[in-house]
């Protein structure tokens, strides 16, 4: 908005003698007021069009304000209680990890009664309000710098990163920041190089936290209804997973894992299909709820896939199965 300052000389005495008059403490004051009757005094449509155009003018600024906010966001379990929140400001996983160490190592004397107290400007957020800056993370929208799942029951942290979430045990991640924070003049990237490096290798498989690397798929890719299936490998710890009791050697029993893609909308299904075949014959299926980032990892590592397969996009051969699909029947030979 272009402003035009317009100065005023006035003898001191003056002044101090109209300030009294006028029992007000600026002069100022009193005429920025008798300028704004003045202008209301502009013929209507002259006013309305300048008064409207100011008006779009603070949206904007106020949009490209909005538009430049960085966020991080948390979900915290603690004695069973789940609390989502954000924080709006550039928040990455070197501080998560610092203030997850600082709060397991307070001494008797502190008073941090929750993970959450360490974080007064938090603002409270609902779960799907996390789920869907998660995803947006995945898109490396920029706005949001970090995704964190801080589960003190289960004793493990989470993040999202380019590849989707990394789960690793608190107690990991807590000796990882040590040496992270240990020297006081590192920069902040290079605090992350030596947490990830102390945290290599040392990912555990998580329910709610299906990761690039617990992803894999075998055998054709096959079509039902609009459904393009995926018939996942399940090198992974599904136990651990799904919750499932199938990682030993005291049973026979066996799990099939399917992902599906749904080519009218471009979009993986909410659900895996998880069928639990029991020694004695019998089946179960296991209901497992994808969030947004386990779609997003799960849809890039389809595209992959298809591509290996096919030689087309997911989104290309999801178009040609369609299609195909709603050809009419073709008519008999004579």
């Known amino acids: 908005m272009n402003s035009r300052e317009i100065t005023l000389w006035l003898d ?18 009193k005429l920025n007021e008798y300028l704004e009757d003045l202008v209301r005094l502009l013929p209507t449509p002259v006013y309305e069009k300048i ?8 949206q ?29 400001q550039n928040y990455e996983l070197p501080q998560a990890s610092r203030a997850l160490r600082k709060y397991l ?4 004397g502190e008073s941090i009664h929750s ?17 869907r800056m998660a995803g947006l993370h995945m898109e490396n929208a920029g706005r949001v710098t970090g995704v964190f799942e801080i589960d003190f ?7 999202v990163d380019a590849d989707g979430w990394k789960t690793w045990s608190m107690q990991d ?35 709610g936290h299906l990761s690039a690397q617990d992803i894999s798929f075998a055998e054709e890719i096959t079509e039902i209804d609009g459904l393009l299936d995926f018939y996942m490998e399940t090198y992974f710890n599904v136990d651990a997973m799904f919750g499932t009791y199938v990682c030993t050697g005291e049973n026979d029993d066996t799990l ?6 749904d080519c009218a909308t471009g979009q993986v299904c909410d659900e895996l299909e998880v069928d639990l075949h029991w020694a004695d014959g019998r089946e179960e299926a296991v209901k497992y709820r994808l969030n947004a980032v386990e779609k997003a990892t799960l849809l890039r590592k389809m595209d992959s896939y298809c591509q290996e397969q096919t030689g087309q996009t997911l989104k290309e051969y999801g178009a040609q199965v369609l299609a195909e699909d709603m050809a009419p029947p073709a008519a008999p030979s004579m």
């Open 12 to 29: 001191e005495r003056w002044y101090q003698a109209l300030t009294q008059q006028l029992e007000v403490e600026k002069l100022e004051d």
């Open 51 to 58: 008064i409207g155009e100011i008006r779009e003018e603070e």
């Open 60 to 88: 904007q600024r106020e949009q490209a304000i909005a538009a430049s906010q960085e966020y991080a966001v948390f979900r915290v379990t603690e004695n069973g209680r789940k609390e989502y929140f954000r924080l709006n």
């Open 105 to 108: 190592r307070q001494g008797p």
């Open 115 to 131: 993970f959450s107290e360490l974080f007064p400007r938090r603002e409270a957020i609902t779960h799907e309000e996390f789920d």
């Open 153 to 159: 029951d289960k004793r493990e942290v989470s993040t």
């Open 173 to 207: 991640v807590s000796a990882a920041a040590y040496y992270a924070f240990r020297k006081g003049y590192l920069c902040l990237d290079r605090r992350y190089e030596i947490l990830l490096d102390k945290l290599e290798g040392k990912e555990l498989t998580s329910a």
């Open 256 to 261: 099939n894992v399917y992902a599906n893609y």
